[in-house]
């Protein structure tokens, strides 16, 4: 729990920042709700590149964690989020998005079934508010816990050799999104198959006071696999080549928004794979499947981009040049070998396979270009290594 | 939407008994389950004592929509009047009552100033209830208009108020947020007239004469009428039960079968739609729709269950404000009570003890406090000066509204009650000397008791404030303001509704036509 006089501080420091700040060769920070942490440490570059070829270490412990408990936490949970919680059976993890009364997505997270019953919501937006007022009527008690938990996480083809080398014996038979204790140091580390890099990974959750003796045994044992912490800037390029979407950039958390355009639904950012309809009353059940019947308004699109320049909050256009859309995330993607986009277009457009245009604007020298960039719509992830599911995991 | 052919009416209120006769007569098979073991709810005549029969919790007949007396044939049915047009007696513990009907003063003091004024703002306030009244027989409109249809009562609404003319527009407008206390006072010289007119616009509600929706809540008070005459008071003969009981009556009549000591323990869902209920002793009964004239956070949050609604839906419920403050008690007397200065022939009117705008006031702030008042405000009726078959012969009852104690007492009721009734007892002392002797009986309902014994959350009979923000298409939440809940086949038809508490019957009306599908 924060200290009783914790608003003196202005920005609060994670568990593991003795070790991120003396790496921080750059001196870049940037507060994450209440927590500062690294944009970058050495080059984004270098960085991501442990990502995606030996072993990169992220400190998100800023993560917002809210623990459910009590009689009724598998309704609760099951009234919240729009999947069914049944299917996450104790010692697995799931992905979820809950919605407001309007169907709209408030956030997306993930639930960790720690034990029979208990469970952990992460989340990117703080939601203690929003779980309060979905508790009424519910035998549960919401505990945030965002600073009793620090995590880290540990992603890339050799993250799995390193967590052997730190003594997680038969961590490479874990599944993707399982969910396993191993003792460390007098206390508990629980390694979970998570992450939001698209790639093999891990991530690691412990109390705060074994934050630094973590750390400390982590690096030791990836000495000889390469391993490197990693910013946030790294972290999004992986982000986005694996398609994943992130609250306040691809979608409009709904309890934010004013104007009632703005918010998607799970549909409208194409995780209507996550809304099932078989189970019992979920917040948004009614208008969710009102959008069913009628049509979405929108589509979330991955795109890949002509020729090298990111499309950067490039509009987009249907081949007429009617504008139906906004890019939201995009890069230059050094994995695909393209120029890569996110994008939130309207309906009917954006089917798979479709061409569309993105206006992009790039500067040379102080001159501004405008490039109408031809663009393809694509099905799932911009890279999407077999490494990634690979069980048991490759540990070498 | 689906026509639904049989209904289930959760609750024999008068809303209840009103919806289920305009169903009926609509061609479908409905079914009344009544928990307690007569009709009438909140609106019935028990009695309290051997012998002594007393209208439960509502005493004075006032705003029965005369459209549901008609058109149900009433009249018909068994309801008479034991006494129409009562004056308001404002009791003084020194000085002569002030005795008001219509308007006008019909006994006591008042300057020539004051009875002007008094005619205008009746007028006036007569004028603006009216409009309201007209609210009252319409569904509300939604919010987000998604049809003309939606629109049109809005805009009635609209026209009603510009129709008003220029200056009472500007004036309704003016007043309808303020409070009544700087409303009288603008008006009026004398203290008792003032206390008078200002227990109407807090009378049921947790509201002191200064506090925001007193003129909303005064004019809503006076938007009935007995016989055509509007703001009228009347006692039914046998007592408000008389009301339900001719309801009832109609109702089986137009073949609706009445089932008594049915307690729904459950609202039952099936895929997002009402399909029935669970009663108490586990019978199951299913029905096309269900219709409740529970309260709201009863209906929705108690019997159906949150989990069934949706997490914001379910919180504007939550927040539903429903905590009363109006206890009733009940007196056995051997004889009728002497109140100083009182004719005789006055002790039938309505005697109310709320001799000026601060008393009412001090009497409100231990409310706010969790505290009941240590010098309470009573409205008093004697229903046997009209009424001999209500107790045995040469006894009298006295039923009294007394504010105000409120239900969420800091100190809980089990240990307040013999206090209160005792303060209670000592205000009606100092009026009525020697009341105290003559009590064979007393029956006190705190807001706890009317909550246990009739099943109203917070035991406000209102089933939800009288107040602005919970007014119309707020009432009682967004999203259910169209008595449709979010659960398909799920309706409600109470007081929690629009218009609102009183024995009315509009809600059980408008509820009736929106689940017909003819509004």
Redesign the interface.
Known sequence: MLARDHFRQAVCETPFHPRTAALNQLNLWHRWRDYTVADAYFDVGMEYNAIRNSCAVFDLSPMTKHLVTGADSL?FMN??VTRDVAKIKPGRVGYCVWC??AGQVIDDGTIFHLRPGVYRLCSQERQLD?LH??A???DVRIVEETDDVAGLAVQGPTSCAVLKELGLTGVETLTPFGLRDYPFAGGTLSVSRTGYTGDLGYELWIDPQRALPLWDALFAAGAHHGIRAIGTLALEMSRIEAGFIQAGVDFLPADRAIRADRTRSPFELDLGRLVDFSK??F????AL?EEQQRGSRFRLVRLDVEGNKPAKDAYVYDPHRRNIGVVTSSMWSPAAKASIALASVKMPWGAPGETLLAEIYYQKELKWNRFMASCRVIEGAFFDPARRRQTPAADR | MTEAQSVIVIGAGHNGLVCANYLARAGRKVLVLEAASQLGGAAATREFAPGFLVSAVAHLLHLLDSRVERELGLAGHGLAYAKTALQTVSLSAQGAPLSLSEGEVRSGELSTDDRSALRAYTARMQKFSRLIARMHQRVPPRLHFQSWHDALPAAALALDIRRLGRRDMQEFLRIATMNIFDVLEERFESAQLKGALALDGVLGTRLGPRSGNSVYAALYRGSGSVNGRPGALALPRGGMGAVTNALGAAARAAGVELRLDAKVAEILVSNGRATGVRLVDGQQLTADAIVSNADPKSTLLRLLGARHLEAEFARRVHHLRATGTAAKLHLALDGLPRFRGLAPEQLGERLIIAPDLDYIEQAFNPAKYGEYSARPVIEITLPTVHDISLAPPGKHVLSAVVQYAPYDLKAGWSGARAPFQTAVMDVLEQHAPGIGAQVQHAELLTPVDIEQQFGITGGHWHHGELALDQFMMLRPVAGAAQYATPVDGLYLCGAGCHPGGGVMGSAGRNAARVILGGH
């Open positions: 309704a009234r919240l407001d009364d929003w007022s979905s009424i009527g519910f019992p009353n917040t948004g059940r009614r499947l």
